[in-house]
Every structure is written in structure tokens, then in C-alpha cells.
């Protein structure tokens, strides 16, 4: 199965660690047909997500998005580039705003607050392509830093099903690896010694010793 896992931070960390565009290009390179991507991450660079979000868009074959954890911050954008998007029941989704560090003067100050206010207009637009929200009603989600459950996830378009973690297999006649299972032969019933009791335990001491005293009185009578 054609599987893509987001089970990190977005992004590459100091350390290394993360999900890169790179990792799911090279990924994808390799991969034909349908894709499964799932999802467990806090999020992180929101340039790293918009092109993971491309990329699968672009993908020629459905793309399943299941998320398993959590998809929060940037990770919730790419979870919108699914044909099918599954939530599992206890799954969570959070949409918030664009942050970033700056340094500088007031100006430069200004400058950075133009540019998130730039990036937020684009994942109000991603998110709008999917949703039942206007990008008015999903600037106030965002401004509130706002958590979904699955069913709110599905109620609202950000997800299409619940996955049904509890399923059971209701047709079993219809495997015939199992209808045609040899059966098990009969096995030879062992007997077990009882368990013994405290008696039968001092009555065995006894013998014992008695055993004891006989090989001693026959050691004696050899010397």
C-alpha cells in the first residue's frame, strides 16, 4: 500500500527531526495510484505545508487523508489536500493563526504583521475550498485558536467520515480461507496428578525419613 506518514512536526527542527516537502516528494516520486496519507502533528513551517499540501494535490490518483492523533496548525492545510478525509473518533483538528519571530524596528515590525496577515489569507482560502465556512466566520476560528472533534470536524467539511475503529467482521461465510480451515484434531486428554495435600505431604516426609535411616543403618553395617 501506497502509505505517506505526517507523524512529526512540519518542517526540519535543529535537531533534524521533521517532515520535509523533500521527504514527501521523494516519497511520492516512487509511488503510482491511490495514496494513503496519515496524519498525527502539531503542525510547524507553514511553507514547508503549503508545499506538502501542493504536492499531493497534484498527485494523479485519490489521496486518502486519515488522521489518527491529531492535525493542528499547518498539518489541519494539509489535510485538506485529501479526496477523503477520515478522522478517527477520538482524533482532534485546530485551526489558529500564523505566527512568526521578528526582529527588527517598528517598521520592520509592520512589515512581518503585513506578510502573516498575507499567509493567513491563504489558508483561509484552502480551507474555504472544503468547508461549510465563510473566510469571515473561519478568520474569527482562527483569531479564537479553535479545537474540533471528529464530529465537529464532519459536521462542518473539514473531515468526511468518522473511521469506525470498533469494526468487526459481520460476513465471515464469505472467507473461504476460514470455511475451508482444516479442523482441529482431537487431542489425548492427560491426566494431572492431583494436587497433593498437606497430609499426603507429612506422610511423604515420613517415608522419607524412614528411607533415610534404612540407607544410613546399611552404610553403618559395611564399615
Known amino acids: ?32 495510484g491511490d495514496i494513503t496519507l496519515r496524519i498525527n502533528s502539531p503542525g510547524g513551517d507553514v511553507f514547508e505545508g503549503l508545499a506538502i499540501h501542493n504536492l499531493l494535490k497534484e498527485h494523479e490518483g485519490k489521496v486518502t ?26 482524533a482532534m483538528f485546530m485551526i489558529h493563526n500564523p505566527y512568526t519571530f521578528a526582529i527588527g524596528d517598528s517598521d520592520e515590525m509592520r512589515k512581518q504583521a503585513d506578510v502573516l496577515d498575507k499567509v493567513k489569507d491563504s489558508l483561509i482560502t484552502t480551507y474555504e475550498a472544503r468547508t461549510n465556512f465563510s473566510a469571515e466566520e473561519l478568520s474569527d476560528l482562527m483569531d479564537a485558536e479553535t479545537w474540533f472533534s471528529a ?26 480461507w476460514i470455511n475451508k480451515a ?21 506422610a511423604r516426609s515420613v517415608e522419607l525419613a524412614a528411607l533415610r535411616a534404612d540407607v544410613t543403618r546399611q552404610r553403618n553395617l559395611l564399615k
Open 65 to 90: 487523508v486519515k488522521i489518527d492523533g491529531y492535525a493542528a496548525s499547518i498539518a489541519s492545510v494539509i489535510a485538506m489536500a485529501g479526496d477523503s478525509i477520515e478522522m478517527a473518533k477520538n
Open 182 to 202: 482444516p479442523e482441529a484434531p482431537e487431542v489425548e486428554e492427560v491426566k494431572l496428578h492431583p494436587v497433593p495435600t498437606g497430609a499426603d505431604c507429612l
Open 1 to 32: 500500500m501506497n502509505e505517506i506518514l505526517i507523524y512529526d512536526i512540519v518542517g526540519q527542527d535543529q535537531f533534524g527531526a521533521g517532515v520535509t516537502a523533500v521527504d514527501v516528494k521523494a516519497q511520492l516520486d516512487g509511488m503510482e
Open 151 to 176: 464530529e465537529e470536524s464532519t459536521d462542518n467539511g473539514f473531515a468526511d467520515i468518522i473511521a469506525d475503529q470498533n469494526a468487526k467482521i459481520s460476513n465471515v461465510s464469505s472467507f473461504e
